[in-house]
């Protein structure tokens, strides 16, 4: 019997359109694999739907809220349906970047100094101050970023005082709290992880070089807007230890199947976590399926190792 | 330093090096990915400006289809010529007469969706920077081909008559003395998208005696005429003047956009270019699709199915406006007598595109003002469509558009800035 996999994409999210993409890719892998795949949408029948057929495992492509934020794996386990990816625990704890920073920051990990905040603070304590305070004591050039989102929706490089409040208008429309995060100039890497269950494993590292120097929406999903580099071109003592942040990262979290780390490596050759994806992008442009070729392996035979993996439990 | 050794590049385009220097401007963009929430149920989408086509009887597409392929079957699926299907032709005579325009069967071109007519005509006129006038704002697709073909986009101001003749003369004159060639006035003279304005009668006159003045082909654009709620707009520009404008029709909004049905009348000389390059891009414009519609207008109640969906669209406005004043007060609205479209403008300081992510929150989705022009103008601008939800979905967008639009006044409030 070919192991049936459900693959969830789409939802109703910021990101719904990464997610179809990553959902077709991913299942065209594995149907090329031998795999019996369904491609559905979260809605009002999923629940009885994956009650009544119950495949072998889901595959939930789902970004954003609900498909990252831990919400559909809590519900896929209390189910009892297994699914590719991280438990609904973990999954929360890394959605939420200010969280995963504080968790790598215990383990030894270098992040970049930064502050979170709600929009209520700002309200109560008048937002000019608290800016102006933030922006003394972290230095720019600052990032901001919304504390839960992905493909960099909502993200500026604030290089001065000036254009402060307007990045954080940009990041309050997706989210209720904020992550000003201090810049670090250096090379973006982007650390891809398989586990299947006999201990993580790191892909070969993706260095990421926009045109327009920043990785922003457009230079993420436009072919021809970013060089790709694998391997990367840092020096093998460098990525050795980048890959070391990476499982740190990966384990601390307590992150299963598979994983995407973001890291900044400084010009000293350190690596800083950025933030860990429990739901990686599978498009056509996206880092974790690169690295996977990278290390020489198809993507339909491994995207059916990791299914088989998570159908094991 | 830490890059030590070559790695292996890509970037998922072998032929970045190749592409046309206008396709430069092609790109993935954050907004456009955001509305991919409006295929879902729960979003009200006051965004496309689609037809209702579930007011359309389906039994009479059946019955026109049935009997296409009875009668016709070989021809509907076979080549036909670049100009389009004769018989159809006849039949558009007619439909144009309703706008006042009588035109030969021979001037008339079949195109596919007059989206097809505008590509063509911009394809035939403009040479990189010459000079469109075009109303501000302008519909959105008409600012997209223009862009693509490296034209310069001048918008005229525009006000609830329609475009200002005055302002009309002085920006194509303002262009000619810096040296442009004014090649073309784009207008939608009957309400408009986006704004919903209709040009009066007095301002069309006006309008054409500037453009025959100085030389400048007009392209009236009219998809909307004929879905009048209380009383028929003037009579089409192109009803004064069969040699200095090219009439664009459609049958998207009158039928159904999925046929992909529209024409353009234009004087011979123009006509006969647009046949050879109609020819030379797509062959002949979908045969199958032309006798569909031919089919409908000869034995369904056309008209009648015109008037059932002014009256659906009427009361579906009648809602929109209804529930901006309960829900948004502040923010000032265009009154269309017609076609699909209310033009919002919002509280000084609010960027509807910098909103959008709220309103994916709140389930609701519209299109940003900045779309419909070509000098990044419209920031504190929407366009509602209020054609395609029910009439009580359209309030309940509005409802949370309005909640969108205090979050987001909040935001500015709260932050200060503008």
Aim: proline share 5%.
């Amino acid at each position: 019997m070919p192991l049936s996999v459900l693959v969830l994409a789409g939802g109703i999210s910021h990101e719904r359109d990464v997610s179809m993409k990553s959902g077709r890719r991913v299942a065209d892998a594995l149907a090329d694999a031998g795999a019996q795949v369904e491609v559905r949408e979260p809605d009002a029948d999923l629940i009885g739907h994956l009650i009544a057929t119950r495949p072998d495992v889901v595959w939930s492509t789902l970004h954003g809220a609900v498909g990252e934020d831990g919400t559909i794996q809590s519900l896929l386990e209390l189910a009892g349906i297994k699914f590719v990816g991280s438990d609904g625990h973990a999954a929360k704890l890394a959605w939420n970047k200010p969280t995963a920073k504080t968790i790598l920051h215990r383990h030894g990990v270098q992040t970049p100094e930064s502050i979170t905040l709600p929009r209520s603070t700002f309200r109560e304590l008048n937002a000019e101050s608290v800016l102006a305070m933030v922006g003394t004591q972290l230095g720019f050039p600052l990032i901001v970023k919304p504390a839960e989102s992905g493909s960099a929706q909502g993200v500026t490089k604030v290089e001065s005082a000036a254009g402060f409040a307007k990045a954080m208008i940009d990041a309050f429309v997706y989210c209720d709290e904020v992550l000003i995060e201090k810049f670090i100039s250096g090379t973006e890497l982007a650390v891809s992880i398989v586990d299947l269950g006999f201990g993580a494993r790191a892909l070969p590292p993706v260095e990421v070089e926009p045109e327009g120097g920043s990785f922003g929406y457009s230079e993420r999903y436009t072919p021809g807007e970013t060089n790709y580099y694998v391997p990367s071109r840092l020096s093998p003592g460098v990525i050795e230890r980048a890959i070391d942040v990476a499982l740190t990262a990966h384990n601390a979290l307590r992150l299963r199947h598979l994983s995407r780390v973001d890291l900044i490596v400084d010009e000293a050759g350190t690596p800083w976590f950025l933030e860990a994806n429990v739901t990686p992008g599978m498009t056509e442009t996206s880092l974790f399926p690169q690295a996977i070729t990278a290390d020489g392996s198809e993507l339909s035979e491994s995207y059916l190792s990791i299914a088989e993996a998570a159908a094991r439990g | 330093m830490t890059q030590t050794r070559a790695g292996s590049v890509t970037n998922f385009d072998s032929w970045k090096h190749a592409y046309a220097a206008r396709a430069s401007n092609l790109s993935v963009s954050e907004v456009r990915a955001l509305f991919a929430v409006v295929s879902r149920p729960e979003v009200v989408s006051l965004a496309g400006g689609m037809p209702d086509v579930s007011a359309l009887d389906k039994g009479l597409i059946e019955q026109a289809f049935n009997s296409m392929m009875a009668t016709r079957g070989n021809y509907a699926l076979q080549y036909g010529g670049g100009q389009g299907d004769l018989r159809l032709r006849e039949q558009i005579q007619e439909i144009m007469e309703l706008d006042g325009v009588h035109g030969s069967v021979e001037d008339i071109m079949i195109t596919t969706g007059s989206q097809h007519a505008l590509e063509l005509l911009a394809d035939l006129f403009l040479d990189a920077g010459d000079v469109v006038l075009v109303e501000a704002p302008s519909y959105v697709g008409a600012v997209g081909i223009f862009r693509h073909k490296e034209a310069h986009i001048e918008h005229v101001f525009t006000d609830d008559d329609g475009i200002s003749p005055e302002a009309l003369a002085e920006a194509a004159d303002r262009m000619a003395e810096a040296g442009k060639k004014v090649k073309l006035l784009y207008l939608v003279p009957n309400f408009a998208n986006p704004s919903g304005v209709t040009l009066t009668a007095e301002r069309r006159q006006e309008v054409l005696k500037v453009c025959k003045e100085r030389g400048i082909l007009i392209i009236e654009d009219n998809p909307y005429g004929l879905l009048y709620f209380e009383e028929q707009p003037p009579k089409a520009l192109r009803a004064f003047d069969s040699e200095g404008v090219v009439y664009l029709g459609s049958f998207s909004k009158i039928l159904s956009p999925g046929l992909r049905v529209g024409y353009v009348l234009a004087p011979p000389a123009i006509r006969e270019k647009l046949v050879l390059a109609n020819e030379s891009a797509i062959l002949s414009p979908a045969t199958f699709a032309q006798m569909l519609v031919s089919e409908y207008l000869s034995i369904a109640d056309w008209k009648g199915q015109i008037n059932t969906y002014r009256k659906l669209y009427q009361e579906k406005r009648d809602a929109a406006l209804e529930a901006l004043e309960q829900y948004l007060p502040r923010v000032k609205t265009t009154r269309p007598n017609g076609g699909f479209f209310l033009w919002l403008t919002l509280p000084e300081g609010l960027n509807s595109k910098e909103m959008l992510p709220l309103a994916v929150n709140e389930l609701v989705a519209y299109t940003p003002g900045t779309a419909f022009y070509g000098d990044g103008r419209g920031a504190n601008n929407i366009r509602v469509c209020f054609s395609h939800p029910t009439a009580a979905n359209v309030k309940v967008g509005i409802q949370r558009l309005a909640k969108v639009v205090n979050l987001q006044l909040d935001l500015l409030d709260t932050f200060r800035a503008e």
